[in-house]
Each structure stands twice: as structure tokens, then as C-alpha cells.
């Protein structure tokens, strides 16, 4: 699986876009991006993911570089309840097993 | 659905001490897998499994057990407990198909090993 890297801490105003990097520049053309975050004491939750397109669901949407080598994940309206730790995986869909890599991610912090 | 559950929440154990956690999910998955999580660490995979009767080691299998006798559980065994082994164990299971292999994860045993 290619290699993440994500700043270790962002801030982001209640109400307002948080807009969280991560740089995946040795991604191969069959893995695609993975976001999870892990809300203090739980266990991780899925977010989001895409091969190549942009991706929006009900909560995020995720950009993606069309050379692939970066991608964002933008929560629009940023919550107190969605300071967590995110983390960008890079990884290819397998049936063989789903092992998630976790690297450190980035320490979201909603302010009011 | 109660999607994937772990018991117990807490956990308390001496030093060689056995215990099982335990694991299970109502989805229908066909992958489960165990991770641990030390403090101020990211998560690490243990064992996991593809299938019921399969399973293999993850990145940090040494002192755990695991065994798949159904789809649904997916116990882990600690058979001589160290304080190593302190730390948040969660388990993941998950579905797969040609674009996705997304894994839900249970809310985590924590376990303090003295």
C-alpha cells in the first residue's frame, strides 16, 4: 500500500469548511483513497473513499488531484461533535483481506 | 442490525492470566479482523480472518490466538497475559465487492494487563 502523508493537526471554526490534505504522491492505479476518523475513545468510522473521481456523501466529500498524488477531504459544515483524528489510507480493494494500515493521521480540532 | 460488538468494555488482568475477547458481527461479513491501539498510537492489525476456518496474522500477531468457527465471531485469546499487552483492542469486520472493502469497527475492549 503507498505511503500517506498528512499534516498532524488542523483547527477549523464551528460552522465552517475543514478542509483536511493528505499527499499519497507513489499511489498505484488500482489503489484508491480511503478516509476514516476515530472520535476519542471509539473506534475508527468510515468516512469516505474513491478511485479517482471526486466522491460526496452525506458526510464529506472527498477531491481527488487528477495526477492522483493528493487528495481532500472537505467536511462542509465543521461540528464540535467532528473534532477527531482523521486518517487518509491508500490502499487497493482485496477480498483476500481488508487490512487498514493506520499511519498518525491529523488531529481535527472544531472550535465554536 | 447491531452492526459489530465487543465484550467486555473493560478489563482488568494479572500477568499470565488467559482471557478471550470476544467478537461479533450481524452483518453477514465474511472479513473480521482484531487491531490494538496504544495510547497515542495509530492502530496496529493483530490476526485476521477472510472466512469462517481461515485465518492469518496481521502486523503484530505474538501472544494472541484466534480462531473463526463462524461467520459471525471472531474471538481473540490472550494465553499468558503481559503488560505489553495493555491497550484498546478493536475489532473490524467488512463486505467486499469490485469498489469497496469499507470495515465497521466495534467500540473497543480496553484492557490493562498489571
Known amino acids: 500500500d503507498a505511503k500517506t502523508t498528512q499534516p498532524p493537526s488542523m483547527d477549523c471554526a464551528e460552522g465552517r469548511a475543514a478542509n483536511l490534505p493528505c499527499n499519497h504522491s507513489t499511489i498505484s492505479g488500482n489503489e484508491y483513497v480511503y478516509w476514516y476518523r476515530q472520535i476519542h475513545s471509539q473506534g475508527p468510522q468510515y468516512i469516505i473513499h474513491g478511485l479517482k473521481n471526486n466522491e460526496t456523501n452525506e458526510m464529506a466529500s472527498l477531491i481527488i488531484t487528477e495526477d492522483r498524488k493528493s487528495s481532500t477531504l472537505i467536511l462542509p459544515h465543521a461540528t464540535l461533535r467532528d473534532t477527531a483524528v482523521y486518517y487518509c489510507i491508500v490502499r487497493v480493494v482485496s477480498n483476500q483481506g481488508g487490512k487498514l494500515i493506520f499511519g498518525q493521521g491529523t488531529e481535527l480540532s472544531v472550535k465554536p | 442490525n447491531a452492526g459489530v460488538t465487543q465484550t467486555p468494555k473493560f478489563q482488568v488482568l494479572k500477568t499470565g492470566q488467559s482471557m478471550t475477547l470476544q467478537c461479533a458481527q450481524d452483518m453477514n461479513h465474511e472479513y473480521m479482523s482484531w487491531y490494538r491501539q496504544d495510547p497515542g498510537m495509530g492502530l496496529r492489525l493483530i490476526h485476521y480472518?477472510?472466512?469462517?476456518?481461515?485465518?492469518d496474522q496481521g502486523e503484530v500477531p505474538n501472544g494472541y490466538n484466534v480462531s473463526r468457527s463462524t461467520t459471525e465471531d471472531f474471538p481473540l485469546r490472550l494465553l499468558s497475559a503481559a503488560p505489553s499487552q495493555t491497550s484498546v483492542y478493536f475489532c473490524?469486520?467488512?463486505?467486499?465487492?469490485?469498489?469497496?472493502?469499507?470495515?465497521?469497527f466495534g467500540p473497543g475492549t480496553r484492557l490493562t494487563v498489571l
Open positions: 473490524a469486520s467488512s463486505y467486499w465487492s469490485e469498489s469497496t472493502d469499507t470495515q465497521y
Open positions: 480472518s477472510v472466512g469462517a476456518g481461515i485465518t
